[in-house]
């Protein structure tokens, strides 16, 4: 049977579906990138950065992840992120986030550099959220920031970040 009869042949209860991850560190996987047109007049075009998560990192809480259930297939979260293009400072941003995925920025063809992302390794801290879509449903997912090139120096950055993050929030409860 090819995969697409097998995916047909499925019922809608057998599909796994994501399950909002604990906080930490994940090894992200760029699945790609587009700018989109403002959605309303005298609005900012924004580029949509998609990453599926490949796994966690030491800082996540391996209770937190058990709780997920053995097997987890983690490629099933993705992750987006949209860079709103407003000012210069923007435009900035977002080639840094292509650079920290190590694509080659050099020059005007930011299709070419979107076509190099796709593949790319990078880390980033995510944290659980919730929101209630348009049609009134609950939805729970994870947030992505603090993106860092996907290397072992880049790892301890992160779990660094995150210990600073945890030290914050018990001073605060003081």
Same mark, same amino acid.
């Given at each position: ?5 097998? @995916? =047909?042949?499925?019922? #809608? ?33 924004? @580029? ?6 490949? +796994?966690?990192?030491? %800082?996540? %809480?391996? &209770?937190?992840?058990?709780?997920? &259930? %053995?097997?987890? %297939?983690?490629?099933?979260?993705? @992750?987006?992120?949209? *860079? #709103? ?15 920290? $995925?190590?694509?080659?920025?050099? &020059? ?8 190099? =992302?796709?593949?790319? +390794?990078? *880390?980033?801290?995510?944290?659980? $959220?919730?929101?209630? !879509?348009?049609? &009134?449903? +609950?939805?729970?997912? !994870? ?9 072992? /120096?880049? /790892? ?8 600073? $993050?945890?030290?914050?929030?018990? @001073?605060?409860?003081?």
């Amino acid at each position: 049977m090819s995969d697409y009869e097998n @995916i =047909l042949s499925k019922g #809608w209860d057998n599909i796994p579906q994501p399950k909002q991850l604990p906080e930490g560190s994940y090894l992200l996987v760029s699945r790609g990138a587009s700018i989109q047109a403002p959605t309303k007049e005298g609005g900012n075009p924004n @580029i949509l950065f998609v990453h599926s998560v490949k +796994e966690a990192m030491d %800082d996540v %809480d391996d &209770g937190d992840l058990k709780k997920l &259930g %053995d097997g987890y %297939d983690f490629s099933l979260n993705r @992750i987006f992120t949209r *860079v #709103w293009l407003e000012t210069a400072a923007d435009y900035s941003g977002a080639r840094a986030m292509l650079k920290k $995925h190590g694509v080659d920025t050099s &020059g005007d063809d930011y299709k070419e550099a979107f076509k190099d =992302l796709r593949g790319k +390794e990078i *880390v980033a801290f995510l944290t659980p $959220h919730s929101f209630v !879509n348009n049609a &009134g449903d +609950e939805v729970q997912d !994870n947030r992505a920031s603090n993106f860092v090139p996907a290397n072992a /120096y880049a /790892y301890s950055q992160v779990a660094a970040q995150r210990a600073l $993050h945890t030290e914050r929030l018990k @001073i605060t409860a003081k």
